[in-house]
């Protein structure tokens, strides 16, 4: 036992001797040892000819130690805005449920359960959405001085990716329509929700729901014009499924990915920001198969449906639109999480977003790696990015085929397969809390020495009870 003790230490001398020759690099919450303690094999470890290879391996390439701490590194994507029900984030080091202000790394998969909902913000200032029994894995967060670069997979159910866009949000006298994110526990958006209101004697329901609702639209906008003096980064995505990818800049994209079955998904963008816009950014769908690529442009405002394989993809116009649109109209009117993410883009993005950035405080105080831009073709991004588009649709060609093959072997054994199919158990919850509050006074916080009445709160209460009078 003494000479398997005094090889290890032999080893380690060694080992820390190749350390001190380079100058290494650190990220935040990194030590010094790269020995992965919990997953170290002792018979590996205190293998004479492992060690000798991982000493020729490393004379190799000098600057191995530094390569490894950025393998190891794993990047804030986001945070959790607020979950409704039950979300859970599977990591690498476990399975845990998680709730506002929850962080979320890269490698996580976040999960909502029967009847949950959550909304994600991410650090580039995209708003994501999860509908129930929905899955989003969150694989790589990159950025550069010129731009970010997010590849995330859509994994099942039905998610709602939205990019932060420079215009106004058009002023709407309506109340929001995801009623069960109308309260955060964001201090200045509480704030701003209880301060005092000035009543209008003559017409009460009037003062507390129609101005005070275009007043949170103006609150928004000058948030939007304030972030938008020094928020200058694009972002670009690649957005996978398990029967394709789409790709683009600031897209903002309905997901409906159902295992088993048919997915489908839209370019969205013009019902949540401003009717009157005309341009948005245009993603591309790109096909599955081990042939060359081949990229669909996709129509802005238009349902898509892609066969189970990924190798077709056409306009979509069955009878699930309708389930589609009350899916979206959940999503139509969100003042409040849109405010949430122009705060946090204040409290958490500002420094990613300067075209300066001081690369070892980056990545030392935030833990974040600086890449070279995109537009340069020898850059490390720019080769990044090809990669993975290719490396993802031969990925997903061989897990969509084998789980192809596994149908058609249950079809003939005759064993029992689960499909997903939409309907809804996505939307019902929240279509119901939206429905009860519709005569419920939202903006009912103002201080009063009067007694709040049924017919000055509710305006469908005063209609009916003054026609049975």
């Known amino acids: 036992m003494n000479r398997y003790l005094l090889l290890a230490l032999i080893l380690f001398h060694f080992v820390l001797i190749e350390i001190s020759n380079g100058e290494e690099i650190f990220y935040k919450g990194q030590t010094r040892s790269l020995i992965d303690w919990p997953n170290l094999d002792p018979y590996e470890w205190l293998d004479f000819n492992y060690w000798k290879r991982e000493q020729l391996y490393r004379k190799k390439f000098p600057d191995w130690a530094n390569v490894q701490r950025d393998k190891n590194n794993l990047e804030e994507v986001g945070r959790i805005i607020k979950c409704v029900g039950d ?16 962080k979320v790394y890269e490698t996580n998969e976040l999960k909502t359960e029967d009847e949950s909902y959550a909304w994600i913000y991410l650090m580039d200032g995209t708003l994501v959405r999860l509908s129930p029994n929905s899955s989003i894995t969150f694989n790589e967060f990159n950025m ?71 007043k949170q639209y103006d609150h928004l ?30 897209l903002s994209m309905e997901f409906v990915v159902l295992l088993g079955n048919k997915s489908f998904l839209k370019q969205r963008g013009f019902d949540v920001y401003n009717s009157t816009t005309t341009t948005f950014p245009e993603g591309e769908y790109i096909t599955l198969g081990f042939d060359k690529a081949q990229p669909y442009p996709l129509s802005p405002n238009t ?55 001081d690369e070892k405080y980056l990545r030392e105080e935030m833990g974040y790696r600086l890449w070279k ?79 709040i009445l049924n017919s000055t709160r509710r305006k469908f209460w005063r209609i009916i009870h003054e026609n049975n009078r």
């Open 87 to 102: 979300c859970i984030n599977e990591r690498h080091d476990g399975v845990f449920k998680v709730g506002f202000y929850s």
């Open 144 to 214: 550069s001085t010129k731009e970010f670069l997010i590849y995330s997979r859509v994994n099942y159910g039905n998610v709602l990716w939205l990019s932060r866009q420079a215009s106004e949000v058009e002023v709407r006298d309506l109340r929001e329509t995801d009623s069960m994110f109308s309260l955060l526990l964001i201090p200045e958006i509480d704030e701003w929700l209880s301060r005092e209101k000035e009543l209008d004697e003559n017409d009460l329901y009037e003062s507390l729901t129609r101005a005070e609702y275009s």
């Open 221 to 250: 906008n000058k948030l939007i014009k304030e972030n938008n003096e020094w928020i200058s980064k694009p972002t670009k995505f690649i957005l996978s499924m398990p029967n394709g990818l789409v790709t683009g800049q600031n």
């Open 303 to 357: 349902w898509y449906e892609v066969d189970f394989r990924g190798k077709n993809i056409e306009k979509y116009e069955g009878d699930l639109l309708k389930s589609f649109q009350i899916g979206e109209l959940v999503t139509k009117r969100i003042p409040t999480i849109m405010t949430a993410r122009e705060l946090w883009l204040r409290k958490f993005s500002k420094l990613l977003h300067g075209e300066v950035v």
């Open 373 to 451: 831009e995109l537009a340069d073709e020898k850059g490390d991004l720019f080769l990044r990015y090809n990669y993975l588009l290719e490396f993802i649709r031969k990925l997903e060609s061989q897990s969509i085929g084998a789980y192809a093959t596994y149908i058609e072997e249950s079809k003939k054994e005759g064993l029992m397969y689960e499909t997903m199919e939409y309907g809804p158990g996505y939307y019902s919850k929240a279509m119901a809390n939206y429905s009860v509050r519709r005569e419920s006074d939202y903006w009912g916080m103002a201080k009063s020495d009067r007694k």
